[in-house]
């Protein structure tokens, strides 16, 4: 996409985004848009950054080292890797994300706690959880979420700030609706807001019933970079 059209589609999805959370009753400024950049070069990301953007998201870690390193004279962008994440890949990815969205695991969140050590700051992570019985997806189940949620609490060096989930893809984004409503159900079953204040879910196709059930950070790609052959 060219430097305009994705300027444009921010735009376009800013103003999605407003209405939905103005539909719902919310403040609009309560929802987080999550640029994700994830296959794009690194040149579409700074377009994005020159029209207003600041946080985006990544999947694979090797690309958001490469991403990373070149758009390192970019100061306020905020990297956030989403999903499924390796052990082995802790201690490169610490330094450079500002939100780990899919710590699914004891052994992960022990890893980043360890690690975090060195750094001089809290890492900041959200839990995942598996809502839609896929083997592919990763994340914990909810009879999981409470040990999770307590092993992430007692650590030292990770901050908790709320859960993550990705439903099924659904061509009709009315039937993600239940996904999404279980999750904000979970959250105020373990603390509520104040304790888990981020939901991060909704993609290009449902994130507007994802804000309409509670989402606070939404994980946009497509509509704005479009699709992989783009």
Known sequence: MSPSTIKDALRSVRADIAAAAQTAGRDPASVKLLAVSKTKPAEAVAEAYDAGQRDFGENYSQELVQKAAALSHLAELRWHHIGHLQSNKVKQLLPIAYLFHGVDRLSLSAEMDKRAAVLNRPVGVLVEVSLGDEE????????????????????????????????????????????????????????????????????????????????????????????RGH
Do not use: Q, W
């Open 136 to 227: 592919t997806k990763s994340g914990c189940s909810p009879d999981e979420l409470a040990g999770l949620v307590a092993a992430v609490r007692a650590s030292h060096h990770l901050e908790l700030c709320g859960l993550m989930t990705m439903p099924p893809l659904f061509e009709d984004p009315e039937l993600a609706r239940p996904y999404f409503r279980r999750l904000r159900e979970l959250r105020d079953a373990h603390g509520g807001a104040e304790a888990l204040p981020e939901l991060s879910m909704g993609m290009s196709n449902d994130f507007r019933v994802a804000i309409e059930e509670g989402a606070t950070i939404v994980r946009v790609g497509t509509a704005i970079f479009g699709g």
